[in-house]
């Protein structure tokens, strides 16, 4: 029956063990071992699905640097190491169990978000006490947002100076026609 579905292992143990045993539990389940050393590789519940791949979501998670290696790498990102390294750790006090997930979605913002966004989204954080990646990510979002409007804002405040340069210009050129006075006096002779 598992033989119809596909079974996650964790990140990085497929290449280290090519060869390994399952094995079917009498409570439905399915065991994954390598065959030298008898180490379980990963444990699922047998599905009566066809086709569908059955998957551990701490299986992706990259369990082969340790928490402390991943604050040093991340924290790396940021122009005050040391304010990132307090955040993090701060981060790792709040959330132990999800500190894994929590360091994985600050890493993804330092790598879509600019230096100077990330610094700035670290002194908010920093600033208003919010200790989770989620707000981590909103805040970067939210400054991210902000350059965005502003240098739209700015390209509009340009297209503004160089039309009223232009106009200027335009206006400095430009000479008014000039009538005589005696038709002035002829037309308000003629209103009397």
Same mark, same amino acid.
């Given at each position: 029956?598992?033989?119809?579905?596909?079974?996650?292992?964790?990140?990085?143990?497929?290449?280290?063990?090519?060869?390994?045993?399952? +094995?079917?539990?009498?409570?439905?389940?399915?065991?994954? +071992?390598?065959?030298?050393?008898?180490?379980?590789?990963?444990?699922?519940?047998?599905?009566?699905?066809?086709?569908?791949?059955?998957?551990?979501?701490?299986?992706?998670?990259?369990?082969?640097?340790?928490?402390?290696?991943?604050?040093?790498?991340?924290?790396?990102?940021?122009?005050?190491?040391?304010?990132?390294?307090?955040?993090?750790?701060?981060?790792?006090?709040?959330?132990?169990?999800?500190?894994?997930?929590?360091?994985?979605?600050?890493?993804?913002?330092?790598?879509?978000?600019?230096?100077?966004?990330?610094?700035?989204?670290?002194?908010?954080?920093?600033?208003?006490?919010?200790?989770?990646?989620?707000?981590?990510?909103?805040?970067?979002?939210?400054?991210?947002?902000?350059?965005?409007?502003?240098?739209?804002?700015?390209?509009?405040?340009?297209?503004?100076?160089?039309?009223?340069?232009?106009?200027?210009?335009?206006?400095?050129?430009?000479?008014?026609?000039?009538?005589?006075?005696?038709?002035?006096?002829?037309?308000?002779?003629?209103?009397?």
């Amino acid at each position: 029956m598992y033989l119809l579905n596909r079974y996650s292992v964790p990140l990085g143990t497929f290449q280290k063990y090519p060869d390994v045993l399952i +094995y079917e539990t009498e409570d439905n389940k399915l065991i994954i +071992y390598v065959q030298d050393s008898g180490e379980i590789l990963a444990t699922h519940i047998i599905s009566t699905d066809k086709g569908k791949l059955i998957q551990n979501r701490s299986h992706q998670r990259d369990k082969s640097k340790g928490i402390k290696e991943l604050i040093e790498v991340i924290s790396e990102h940021f122009t005050n190491k040391e304010q990132a390294t307090m955040y993090l750790n701060e981060l790792r006090n709040k959330y132990p169990r999800y500190i894994r997930d929590q360091l994985s979605l600050i890493k993804k913002c330092t790598e879509i978000g600019s230096l100077e966004v990330i610094d700035e989204a670290l002194a908010l954080c920093l600033e208003r006490q919010l200790f989770s990646a989620n707000d981590f990510q909103d805040v970067v979002s939210l400054f991210k947002r902000q350059r965005l409007v502003n240098s739209v804002i700015a390209s509009d405040q340009q297209f503004d100076s160089d039309y009223n340069d232009i106009a200027e210009l335009t206006l400095a050129k430009t000479e008014a026609n000039q009538r005589p006075l005696e038709d002035y006096f002829t037309i308000m002779e003629s209103a009397k």
